[in-house]
């Protein structure tokens, strides 16, 4: 997968602490694999959700969401917006 941008994820991670690890977590796992389909995702993340044409991750125990726009067609890029 390719990200975007991180910048978001390291801001919201220095405001709430608790959810840093868990959001390194998800970076990790969303750079290395390559997901062709959202079922294919859940295989990785089984608590995500479609919500329209967005992905919504529970992060850090279920207390913050991952508002994402994965496009499996394009180069598999995922945009993120604030949790």
């Given amino acids: 997968m390719h990200i975007i941008t991180r910048k978001r994820l390291n801001v919201f991670a220095a405001k709430y602490p608790s959810a840093k690890s868990s959001l390194q977590h998800w970076y990790t796992l969303m750079k290395k694999m390559k997901f062709e389909s959202f079922v294919h995702l ?3 993340f089984p608590d ?3 919500v329209g044409n967005l992905t ?3 992060i850090g125990g279920n207390k913050f969401r991952l508002i994402t ?3 499996y067609n394009r180069k598999k890029s995922v945009y993120s917006s604030r949790s």
């Fill in 48 to 50: 995500a959700d479609q």
């Fill in 69 to 71: 726009a994965i496009h």
């Fill in 56 to 58: 919504v991750f529970n």
């Fill in 42 to 44: 859940r295989q990785t």
